[in-house]
C-alpha cells in the first residue's frame, strides 16, 4: 500500500546538495504535513499547530543556515505524528498514540501494514537521502559534520523550561564542548547540557544511525521555539549558529 499519492509533497528536501561547507544540517521534524489519506489524524486542527505535530522556526533556521554557510540542509516535510524521523521504527514514540497530552486518535490500533506503510512514504526516504548524501561526502574524500537541528516547547506538561538554548549528544564529543563553550560565551543565553533531553540510543535516531555510527563528527542543537517562531528570531537565530558553527568547525580542526 502507497500511503502518498504521486500529487503529495515528497517526504524529503535537499537543499544545496553540491554545497562547499563542512557542514550538513538535519531537520527531522521540519514539517507538519499529514498524507491525505490519513485525514487529521483526528486531531483538532489547532492543535496541529503546536510543537507535538513539528518542531516550531526550525525548517526556516535551518533554511536560512544552509545559505549563510552554503551547507547542504536535508528537511522532513511531514508531521511526527505521522512517524517520528528521530525515532527507531518499532519504538513506542515512532508513531504516537498520545502526544504531551493530545490523544492521536488515527494512530490507534494500527496494524502491522499500516504501520510499514508509513515507514516507507516518509521515513525511509528521509534517511536514505541522508545516508546517500555522506556515503557520496565520504567517496568524494570530503569532511563532514553533522547538525541536527531541532527547536523545543517552553512548557512542557505545565512545566516552564528555562534553558534557551541546548547541546546535546549521547557520548561527549570534542564538537559538543566546543558548541557549549561558544555559546555560553555569547553571554546573553541560557544555555543547557543536554537540556532539554539527552540522547539516548533508545529514544533518538539520527545522531546514532548518521553521526556515531559513521564516527564522523557530530552535534545537536535544540533551540527554544518561541525565540523562533517568528521571521525576525529565525533570522537572528540563523545568523548566531551560523558564526559559532563556522568558529566551532575552525576550532575542531585545530584542535
Known sequence: MKLLTPDEPPPVRVLRPRATSNLVLAADHAGRL???????LGVAPSEL??????????????EALSELL???????????????????PGHPTSIPTISELTPIPG???LCEADRIARRRAIFDPYHAAITRLLDERKAA??????VAMHSFTPVFKSVA?????????????????IMLGLLRDEGDLAVGANEPYAITDDSDYTVPAHGEAR????????????????????????RRMA???????????AA
Do not use: M
Open 215 to 238: 564516527g564522523i563528527d557530530h552535534v545537536e542543537i535544540e533551540i527554544r521555539q518561541d525565540l523562533i517562531g517568528e521571521s525576525e528570531g529565525q533570522t537572528e537565530w540563523a
Open 70 to 88: 552554503d551547507a547542504t540542509a536535508v528537511l522532513q516535510t511531514y508531521s511526527r505524528l505521522v512517524i517520528d524521523c528521530n525515532r527507531a
Open 49 to 62: 499547530t503546536r510543537h507535538i505535530a513539528w518542531d516550531i522556526g526550525i525548517a526556516a533556521v535551518t
Open 34 to 40: 499529514i498524507p491525505r489519506a490519513l485525514g487529521t
Open 107 to 109: 494512530n490507534e490500533g
Open 243 to 253: 558564526r559559532l558553527l563556522v568558529e566551532a568547525d575552525v576550532k575542531l580542526r
Open 141 to 146: 574524500g570530503r569532511r563532514t559534520v553533522l
Open 161 to 177: 523550561r528555562s534553558v534557551e538554548v541546548g547541546v546535546l549528544y549521547h557520548h561527549e564529543t570534542a564538537l559538543s564542548r
